[in-house]
C-alpha cells in the first residue's frame, strides 16, 4: 500500500496524468466539434409550401431550398393531375438542408377499370354502379321507348361502349335512357271486313283509338256489319300515337286486296277473266254440229212412243221427211 501512495508522489505520475487529461479534453472537444458541423448545429430551414402547387413548381421550391424530396403518387377522380396533395414535414418545419420532404400527388395518368354491366338497370343503378368503379356520370339522352329511365346504351368518347372494356377511372359515361313513350308512330292496321268489336281491339293492341264510326244506309244489323272503309288507309302506312280512325260499316266488305291501293289491283282480276271465259264459250259451239237429225230417221218409231214434245224445228223436219217417205 504504501508502494502506491509513494507511486502517485511521483513526478512520472503526474505527467502521465496530465497527458491523459489533455486526451481526454481533445477527444472531447474533436467529437463536440465534429458532431456539430456534422449536423450542422444550429442551422435550419424553413420547410416550404409545396402542397397545393404542381409537381414541377413543388420540386423547383424545395431545390432552391437544399431539400431532397422523394414522391408517390394516388388518384383522386376530381382532382388535378400532378398536384401536390401531401406533404411530410409540413410548411414551416424547421430541418437541416438535405432534409427529404416525402410528397404525394395526383398521378398524371389514371388508372383503367373494367367498363361494367349498366344496361338494362334503372338510372339510379347505373348511377350506383358507375361510382363504385369510380366513373361519373356525363349527358343523358331519352329515346322513345316504353321502359322509363332505363338505360338503353352506355357511350364513351361518342360511341357505344362494351362490358368489360378497360377505360380510365374518372370518365364520363354518357347514358342513353327510355322516356317511356315507346314510339311516336305505329303501323295502321287492316281493319277492312272486320266487325266493330274485332276493330276495337285491333286498335287498342296498336296503341290507336276508334273514331267516327258510320253506318251503310242498307245495314239493318249492326252486329252483322263490317268495316267497309277506314280513314286514314292502310296505304299511309304511318300515324301518330293515339291517332283516331274513322270506320264505315256496310253489310260486306269490298274484295280483299294484297295490301297495295285498290287502283292497281282491279285490272288483273279482269284480265284473269277474259282469259278463263272463253272456255267457256266452247260448250255451245260444240253442241251446234251435232244433230241429232239422222239418228231420227232410223229411230223415228221409238221417238213416237214418247211423251216429250220435240222443238218446232225438229217436228217440221219430222213431218218433211214423212211426206217424202208417203206416210
Not at 456534422?38 to 421550391?61: F, M, N, R
Not at 269490298?254 to 271465259?277: D, H, I
Amino acid at each position: 500500500m504504501s508502494k502506491v501512495v509513494q507511486y502517485l508522489q511521483t513526478p512520472t505520475f503526474r505527467k502521465n496524468l496530465i497527458a491523459a487529461l489533455i486526451a481526454i479534453v481533445c477527444l472531447f472537444l474533436f467529437v463536440y466539434v465534429g458532431l456539430k458541423i456534422y449536423t450542422k448545429h444550429d442551422e435550419s430551414i424553413a420547410v416550404p409550401k409545396v402542397k397545393g402547387l404542381h409537381i414541377s413548381a413543388a420540386i423547383q421550391a424545395l431545390e432552391d431550398a437544399g431539400l431532397e424530396y422523394q414522391i408517390d403518387s394516388v388518384y383522386q377522380m376530381d382532382a388535378k393531375p400532378g398536384m401536390v396533395i401531401e406533404q411530410d414535414p409540413e410548411q414551416g418545419f424547421h430541418v437541416k438542408s438535405g432534409r427529404t420532404i416525402y410528397l404525394t400527388i395526383i398521378t398524371q395518368v389514371a388508372p383503367e377499370v373494367a367498363f361494367p354491366n349498366i344496361k338494362d338497370k334503372t338510372l339510379i343503378e347505373a348511377t350506383a354502379i358507375l361510382k363504385n368503379h369510380n366513373l361519373k356520370i356525363g349527358d343523358t339522352s331519352y329515346v322513345a321507348d316504353i321502359a322509363r329511365d332505363i338505360v338503353l346504351d352506355a357511350q364513351f368518347a361518342g360511341q357505344s361502349i362494351r362490358n368489360g372494356r378497360m377505360i380510365p377511372k374518372g370518365s364520363r359515361i354518357d347514358l342513353v335512357l327510355g322516356n317511356g313513350l315507346g314510339a311516336n308512330e305505329v303501323e295502321i292496321p287492316n281493319l277492312v271486313g272486320l266487325p266493330l268489336n274485332e276493330a276495337k281491339f285491333a286498335l287498342s293492341g296498336a296503341g290507336l283509338g276508334l273514331g267516327t264510326v258510320t253506318y251503310d244506309p242498307n245495314v239493318t244489323d249492326t252486329a252483322t256489319a263490317v268495316i267497309s272503309v277506314q280513314s286514314p288507309g292502310i296505304e299511309k302506312g304511318l300515324t301518330s300515337l293515339g291517332a283516331k280512325i274513322d270506320v264505315t260499316l256496310s253489310l260486306t266488305a269490298p274484295a280483299p286486296t294484297t295490301g297495295t291501293p285498290s287502283g292497281t289491283t282491279t285490272p288483273k282480276p279482269q284480265a284473269n277473266q277474259t282469259q278463263v271465259n272463253p272456255p267457256a264459250a266452247k260448250p255451245p259451239v260444240q253442241s251446234k254440229p251435232v244433230a241429232p237429225a239422222k239418228s231420227t230417221t232410223t229411230n223415228t218409231p221409238a221417238a213416237k212412243p214418247t211423251s216429250t214434245t220435240p222443238p218446232a224445228g225438229q217436228k217440221k223436219e219430222k213431218e218433211n221427211k214423212g211426206n217424202s217417205l208417203g206416210f
